[in-house]
């Protein structure tokens, strides 16, 4: 089946440190993936919306300088923590639809920890 | 409106009855409404899903009700295995632009 690799599984780092995470479509090609943040026992929270050669679009009140989005390539896109503070401590997991009226599927998320 | 509603927070089911989470949605735009199985430290799976033109959808030991009318739908699993014990979590969503609303998450456990 469809599968979306997530790396690194976990990063720990001190503040001020900027962390790249990278979403990869392994059998499929993605021309549209979903960045999501989650917290302890929450839901998830549509962060921004990368789309393959374009600017990413991000859902009200997530900073877009702190949360650098490239998606280069229609198998990868990398979300950016950009000077990571404590406050940004949290799950943050990538989808991507298969296909046209396809589900999505997700990585098995990235547990940032910053120090 | 574009909440979905998710009941009830938490869930202790015996090994072999019935767990049943419920959904509610406001935006009847919706059109496609999967539910995710979660566990800890991993990424959602995606359990079963329904479109709003099929009333009842099974697979296996899952079965998602939809009313189309009330705005809800629901999982239930049959004869809940310990296994089964996770956070699921309910989403609507628009098959043209793949966005989801997810539900506020439900914490099943499935007594041995």
Same mark, same amino acid.
């Given at each position: 089946?469809?599968?979306?690799?997530?790396? &690194?599984? @976990?990063? %720990?780092?001190?503040?001020?440190?900027?962390?790249?995470? !990278?979403?990869?479509?392994?059998?499929?090609?993605?021309?549209?993936?979903?960045? /999501?943040?989650?917290?302890?026992?929450? +839901?998830? $929270?549509?962060?921004?919306?990368?789309? !393959?050669? *374009?600017?990413?679009?991000?859902?009200?009140?997530?900073?877009?300088?702190?949360?650098?989005?490239?998606?280069?390539?229609?198998?990868?896109?990398?979300?950016?923590?950009?000077?990571?503070?404590?406050?940004? *401590?949290?799950? /943050?997991?990538?989808?991507?639809?298969?296909?046209?009226?396809? &589900?999505?599927?997700?990585?098995?998320?990235?547990?940032?920890?910053?120090? | 409106?574009?909440?979905?509603?998710?009941?009830?927070?938490?869930?202790?089911?015996?090994?072999?009855?019935?767990?049943?989470?419920?959904?509610?949605?406001?935006?009847?735009?919706?059109?496609?409404? &999967?539910?995710?199985?979660?566990?800890? #430290?991993?990424?959602?799976?995606?359990? %079963?899903?329904?479109? &709003?033109?099929?009333? !009842?959808?099974?697979?296996?030991?899952?079965?998602? *009700?939809?009313?189309?009318?009330?705005?809800?739908?629901?999982?239930? %699993? $049959?004869? +809940?295995?310990? #296994?089964? +014990?996770?956070?699921?979590?309910?989403?609507?969503?628009?098959?043209?632009?793949?966005? /989801?609303?997810? #539900?506020?998450?439900? @914490?099943?456990?499935?007594?041995?």
């Amino acid at each position: 089946g469809a599968v979306v690799s997530q790396h &690194p599984s @976990r990063v %720990i780092c001190k503040s001020g440190t900027s962390v790249k995470i !990278e979403c990869r479509s392994l059998d499929f090609q993605a021309t549209t993936m979903f960045w /999501y943040r989650q917290f302890p026992k929450q +839901s998830l $929270m549509l962060m921004a919306t990368s789309n !393959e050669g *374009s600017k990413a679009t991000y859902e009200q009140g997530v900073e877009k300088d702190k949360f650098l989005i490239n998606h280069a390539s229609l198998t990868l896109s990398t979300l950016t923590v950009t000077s990571a503070h404590p406050e940004d *401590s949290s799950f /943050y997991i990538c989808s991507a639809p298969v296909g046209v009226n396809q &589900p999505q599927h997700f990585g098995d998320g990235t547990r940032l920890s910053i120090l | 409106q574009q909440q979905v509603k998710q009941s009830p927070q938490s869930l202790i089911v015996q090994k072999g009855g019935i767990s049943i989470i419920n959904c509610a949605y406001e935006n009847t735009a919706f059109d496609y409404f &999967p539910w995710y199985q979660q566990f800890p #430290g991993k990424g959602p799976a995606l359990l %079963i899903a329904i479109r &709003p033109d099929v009333s !009842e959808k099974k697979e296996g030991r899952f079965t998602i *009700s939809f009313n189309k009318s009330a705005k809800q739908f629901s999982l239930h %699993i $049959m004869d +809940s295995q310990p #296994g089964d +014990s996770a956070t699921y979590f309910c989403a609507a969503g628009w098959s043209g632009t793949y966005k /989801y609303i997810f #539900g506020t998450g439900t @914490r099943l456990k499935v007594l041995a």
